[in-house]
């Protein structure tokens, strides 16, 4: 049978299984623990491991080859469909900040007006501003020479000015959308995109404060390292600084897509259901995939133009762009095909059960699947899409603000305790050219600061909403 005649045979049977729950469950745990074994042990990459643990988890659970096969490219496909087109775009974005010298306006222009108790502080502001619309490891590898620079120039121990900007950068990753993971949860859960930039944004302030600045001060005396003999800047060579866009005029092309969104979520709450004209524009340029879209149009005036791009400029760094995320793409797809598995054999409803039977609180237990996975797996995003899998069918009767809610509980618990099988703690190990005890006692002591932290935010905000 070819393809089409095998997904046709599938779309006719009954999707339903007839498996007790022990089975289903069996099931769960199998995939996951394969999911697990193979991104930790053999070292396969995320997304045929989700797409394994996908297929697996479906014969298990007692569905056919067709209905798994199925299950997982419907979850795939809407997946890539909602999130996907975002992820481009932010992608594309990020790469014009920094290709045109924008973020580098903005660290100076932040760097030239602190003072040396205040740029603790700065720095942290800076990650989270970068942090806003770029991946982590764009945004460490945009940074590192800026933290180095900064360090070297000001005199300050490395870890008072590397803690708070990875604090920021982190947080930002973990809780607030654009980022892959939060924005792959929100698609899931079906949460609004507006409420939780918003509560992402309120949650994320203490979580950087606290991770950063503040805990700076000890890593610095429990890490005492040199600042690296890295990155000469084109000033330390004598050489001209190059045209670069105003900071007002990138500041304003960063902030733009997260105006339009919350904006159309503030309309949605004071005008819920209207069709005014004004309603409806604003509603149209809230979307996500439109106010992104614009962030980029706006991006090759202000940002390309700003720098003295061309056409032809502008068109490579939008090129070259696109490459690096592939990899981010398929984990995301298959994230979402494992979850529709999960969904289409009923084991989120069996789990949904027993957690319901259990006491604790829903967004207690979104944070601690996440945390379990993130500590097996190393990757947030992966940790980040099969919780919110798992944890789906518990948003029925939830409110907008709960279901955000839900969406930063587990984005704060895929941030718990990096260490030796997450990329990101390697990079920072040798990019700072620390040991991985010091990495430990202050990498991973910050990111399990943020997920605590922002699970505290979380439960507070809970408290009034």
Same mark, same amino acid.
């Given at each position: ?17 007839? &498996? ?47 209905? @798994? ?12 469909? =909602? ?19 924008? &973020? ?26 970068? =942090? ?12 590192? %020479? ?72 000890? &890593? ?21 600084? @190059? ?8 500041? &304003? ?23 005014? %004209? ?25 940002? =390309? ?91 029925? =009767? ?9 969406? #930063? ?17 390697? #990079? ?5 050219? #620390? ?8 990498? @991973? ?21």
């Amino acid at each position: 049978m070819d393809l089409t005649g095998l997904f046709a045979a599938a779309a006719a049977a009954d999707t339903t299984p007839v &498996a007790p729950p022990w089975q289903l469950l069996t099931a769960a745990a199998v995939g996951i623990a394969i999911i697990v074994v193979l991104i930790t042990w053999l070292k396969m990459h995320p997304f045929l491991a989700l797409m394994i643990g996908a297929i697996a988890t479906g014969v298990v659970a007692g569905f056919d080859a067709a209905q @798994t096969i199925l299950s997982f490219t419907t979850g795939f496909g809407t997946t890539m469909g =909602g999130v996907g087109i975002l992820i481009a775009l932010g992608a594309i974005y990020g790469k014009l900040l920094a290709d045109s010298g924008g &973020a580098d306006r903005i660290v100076d222009t932040l760097v030239a007006r602190a003072t040396p108790r205040s740029l603790p502080w700065i720095m942290g502001l800076i990650g989270a501003i970068i =942090g806003l619309p770029m991946f982590f490891e764009v945004g460490l590898v945009l940074l590192v %020479p800026v933290i180095i620079l900064v360090a070297r120039r000001s005199g300050l121990p490395l870890m008072k000015i590397a803690i708070p900007t990875l604090a920021g950068l982190s947080a930002m990753h973990g809780l607030v959308p654009p980022h892959p993971g939060p924005l792959a949860a929100i698609d899931i859960l079906g949460a609004n995109l507006g409420v939780t930039l918003a509560l992402g944004v309120l949650v994320a302030i203490p979580a950087v404060i606290i991770s950063g600045p503040l805990f700076a001060n000890l &890593a610095a005396r429990w890490v005492r390292v040199p600042v690296p003999a890295l990155f000469v800047t084109a000033e330390d060579e004598g050489e001209q600084q @190059t045209r670069r866009p105003s900071f007002g005029a990138t500041l &304003a092309s960063i902030l733009l897509p997260v105006v339009l969104m919350l904006g159309r979520a503030i309309a949605d709450i004071v005008a819920p259901g209207s069709t005014a %004209p004004v309603k409806v524009a604003i509603d149209f340029l809230g979307t996500p995939v439109i106010a992104l879209l614009l962030a980029v149009i706006v991006g090759f005036f202000v940002l =390309g133009r700003g720098a003295g791009f061309d056409r032809t400029r502008i068109t490579q760094s939008v090129g070259s762009s696109l490459g690096p995320i592939a990899g981010i793409l398929l984990i995301v797809g298959a994230g979402g095909g494992f979850k529709q598995v999960l969904v289409d054999t009923g084991i989120g409803d069996v789990i949904a059960d027993l957690i319901a039977g259990s006491g604790l609180s829903i967004l207690f237990l979104a944070w601690l699947v996440a945390a379990v996975i993130r500590i097996a797996t190393g990757s947030a995003t992966v940790a980040t899409i099969t919780a919110a899998g798992i944890l789906q069918p518990l948003t029925e =009767g939830l409110d907008p603000a709960m279901t955000a809610l839900l969406v #930063l509980a587990i984005g704060s618990g895929s941030v718990f305790l990096s260490h030796v099988n997450d990329a990101g703690f390697w #990079l920072i190990k040798e990019y700072f050219g #620390l040991s991985i005890s010091q990495t430990l006692k202050s990498w @991973t002591v910050l990111e399990c600061l943020i997920s605590v932290v922002g699970l505290g935010g979380v439960l507070l905000v809970s408290v009034f909403v």
